[in-house]
């Protein structure tokens, strides 16, 4: 090639061309980082992990020294490079025989290989990059790069860049686990470069754990909480304090638990206690604590106790106890600034973020795996976190997480399944590994404490059922049955968005008082909204009703008289209980299970399996087993209805490295939604390229089906070109603040079309 400095990256937004050489030595040195902070806890050959990402980091490029692709960066052209610049640098990992290199190469871009289709029995070499045109210039483009290569390799050499040495050992590695970790490694590395040259990413500052400071400042956060007043509460006030003392000094063996304990027994702040011990005295210590949380609106309310509970003077809050919602991952390179990384000492993120991550093939997603080894994470209110026939698949990945990198897990919930007991997902777990753990032990093993929690979670609530024949209702028939069957407040929790907004709609326009609650609304106005239902409750006003989805059936602090459950999961209706009289304060109170059906409402196809295992539930059985025994069975009862299956088939994927189809198979919300930014300064600034926080983006953007914006014809705000799908859009319909969301355009919408209207 000429003798010119070769380029990374082209000059773009008056930002000056990156030269190979800067590109390389800083994805070099930040891969081989992040690779040493994960093998401190590896109990697998770490100089060889290490060794397989540099060796990637080194090569990851090679092919843009090409000629062809040297034009194009020169020109500062936004044309994608005519030779897909992966191939160069897996085609010489290959002749090295580093192939554990070579597929970290190929995904680091186009995602993590299907073995089916990366073996062929025509295909020479393994990871070949198909996306590309089959020629350039008349020749094949796999002949043009092999003759090449040597090529590639002299200019790399002479841009001032090592050569990898040549590896014993080419044997592929099989655990998909640690391989997602080593593509992290690489992508943190690469994309973080790329995004903080072009001025999208900034160098944070890294924030000390200082753990047994932060253990500290809990347990003068607790003794300061009141006491109460009345008798009973100052007993429960006890008796929260015992538990927090009891999982603080837990022992720090074996390196998953659980803890069953009640709702109000103190859990977040008891678990943390004991997130942090663990943290202190590992050894190493650990590198962050993650709260995974079923719903997106529970998160804010965590956060803003360990804010106040885990901060220490001098320091931001946000830097310290980081907060993040739905997906904020993204691979456009305009927009890797906006994704959001588990750097801060705490983490609260969605189950949806957590577990998806577990799994995936995508590079940005993965980008924060790296993140986990080490680090200890709780998991609460897990009986709502993901679909059964989920867990045996990623219960495999926790115990090699918490086996072979170091993690210390906790599974907290009130009404905790303990499915690894039962023989059905027993079978599926163990497979032929004899080290998967026997015993999962509760933090609370004091038997006289753990009989005092449970006599303060007496049964609160009797469940309830229409009669047998009864018809299912339709949207007014719920109207009519919710507002006339019990005084208020109620609560009323549906099963999908646009469910939840007819209601809610339909009853304001009947005249009565509502409000609604889904995702629908951005975390901004749900956290309004959330404040408007405490003050309606606390000041004890009667007549109204929260029409809501899910999203507020765990973790919420409301006590409601009366709930309604559209037919969802056995989990789903215990945790409406917890909504319901949560302190004993209204005598006799329901919860009503409720079969619904009109034409304009949405099933949500997600609960079919564990709404056949609710079927099967007496309402004797409902109104007599104890909340963790229900959860028990019904997991059984949804084992026996379909999990079986695709649980089955999912760990048949994995063993089978077929990981885009594990990626789609493990997905905690079976839809494919994007990112919609509802507050159009915002949108703006994010399609001229300016820097906006990640906090930003999260807090006014929702999530909506890709048919359904297809279909709405949302305007977007920029391009993945890998994918040639828009990350983010805007929502340039009516949007309600203080009611339906984004429901109040699409429901507009609607009418409009049904009323003979067309969208054009």
Not at 453 to 462: A, G, M, S, Y
Request: charged content about 25%; hydrophobic content about 40%; proline content about 4%.
């Amino acid at each position: 090639m000429a003798n010119e400095t070769p380029l990374a990256h082209s000059q773009r937004h008056g930002i000056r061309a990156q030269t190979y050489f800067e590109h390389i030595s800083n994805v070099r040195r930040k891969a081989a980082y992040n690779a040493q902070n994960a093998v401190v806890f590896y109990t697998g050959d770490f100089d060889a992990f290490v060794g397989w990402i540099e060796a990637a980091a080194l090569y990851h490029d090679l092919g843009k020294l090409d000629q062809v692709n040297q034009d194009v960066l020169k020109q500062g052209s936004r044309n994608p490079l005519p030779i897909a610049h992966e191939d160069s640098g897996v085609a010489a990992l290959w002749k090295m025989h580093r192939k554990e290199s070579a597929l970290l190469v190929a995904a680091h871009h186009a995602g993590l290989f299907s073995k089916s289709e990366e073996n062929p029995p025509n295909k020479k070499r393994l990871f070949r990059d198909e996306r590309q045109p089959p020629t350039l210039n008349g020749c094949a483009i796999d002949k043009h790069v092999d003759a090449h290569l040597n090529e590639y390799l002299t200019a790399h050499e002479k841009a001032g860049l090592s050569r990898a040495a040549d590896a014993k050992d080419g044997q592929l590695h099989r655990c998909g686990f640690s391989r997602r970790i080593a593509l992290s490694c690489l992508v943190d590395a690469d994309y973080g470069d790329t995004a903080r040259h072009y001025g999208n990413e900034v160098e944070t500052p890294k924030i000390e754990p200082r753990w047994q400071d932060r253990l500290g400042a809990l347990e003068r956060y607790v003794d300061g909480l009141p006491g109460g007043k009345m008798e009973h509460e100052q007993a429960r006030n006890r008796l929260r304090k015992r538990m927090f003392e009891i999982c603080r000094d837990a022992p720090l063996c074996p390196p998953i638990r659980t803890c069953d304990a009640p709702v109000g027994s103190g859990k977040t702040t008891a678990v943390m206690a004991n997130l942090l011990r663990v943290a202190a005295e590992r050894k190493p210590q650990l590198h962050h604590i993650i709260v995974v949380l079923p719903y997106t609106n529970i998160i804010t309310q965590s956060v803003e106790v360990y804010r106040k509970a885990l901060v220490l003077n001098g320091e931001r809050p946000e830097d310290v106890v980081a907060e993040h919602h739905h997906r904020a991952d993204f691979s456009d390179l305009d927009l890797r600034q906006l994704a959001t990384l588990w750097e801060a000492p705490v983490i609260v993120t969605t189950a949806v973020q957590f577990f998806e991550t577990l799994g995936s093939h995508r590079p940005a997603r993965l980008r924060k795996l790296h993140e986990l080894p080490g680090s200890a994470v709780f998991i609460d209110e897990m009986h709502a976190a993901i679909p059964s026939h989920l867990w045996p698949q990623v219960w495999r990945w926790l115990e090699t997480w918490t086996r072979d990198w170091g993690g210390y897990l906790v599974l907290g919930s009130g009404s905790l399944p303990r499915f690894w007991e039962l023989d059905e997902y027993k079978a599926l777990i163990l497979g032929n590994d004899k080290k998967s753990m026997a015993q999962v032990p509760d933090l609370v093993a004091d038997d006289s404490i753990r009989t005092d929690l449970k006599k303060t979670e007496e049964r609160r609530v009797i469940f309830r059922r229409r009669q047998e024949n009864a018809p299912a209702l339709d949207c007014q028939g719920v109207v009519d049955f919710v507002v006339r069957k019990q005084p208020g407040p109620r609560l009323l929790i549906v099963n999908t968005v646009q469910t939840a907004a007819l209601i809610a709609r339909a009853m304001r326009k009947s005249g009565h008082d509502v409000l609604h609650l889904s995702t629908a609304l951005s975390p901004a106005h749900r956290d309004l909204i959330v404040d408007r239902v405490k003050l309606r409750l606390r000041d004890k006003i009667e007549n109204w009703t929260l029409v809501a989805t899910s999203c507020v059936e765990a973790g919420m602090d409301f006590s409601f008289r009366a709930g309604f459950r559209e037919r969802a999961s056995t989990a789903s209706l215990i945790q409406i209980g917890g909504r319901v009289s949560r302190g004993d304060e209204f005598i006799n109170a329901e919860v009503w299970d409720l079969l619904l059906r009109d034409d304009q409402f949405r099933h949500n196809p997600v609960m079919t399996i564990s709404r056949q295992a609710l079927d099967r539930f007496t309402l004797d059985e409902l109104n007599h087993m104890l909340p963790a025994e229900l959860a028990t069975t019904a997991m059984r009862r949804e084992w026996t209805s379909g999990a079986e299956e695709k649980a089955i088939d999912l760990i048949k994927q994995e063993n089978s490295m077929e990981y885009p189809n594990v990626s789609k198979g493990c997905r905690v919300i079976d839809a494919d939604t994007r990112t919609v930014i509802i507050d159009k300064p915002l949108a703006e600034d994010v399609r001229k390229g300016e820097k906006v926080s990640r906090m930003e983006i999260m807090r006014y953007s929702v999530q909506i089906w890709a048919s359904k914006i297809e279909k709405l014809g949302l305007e977007p705000i920029t391009h993945n070109r890998q994918s040639r799908d828009s990350e983010i859009y805007f929502w340039g319909y009516d949007y309600d603040p203080d009611f339906l969301g984004y429901m109040d355009g699409v429901l507009k919408m609607e009418d409009f079309i049904t009323s003979g209207g067309a969208v054009i």
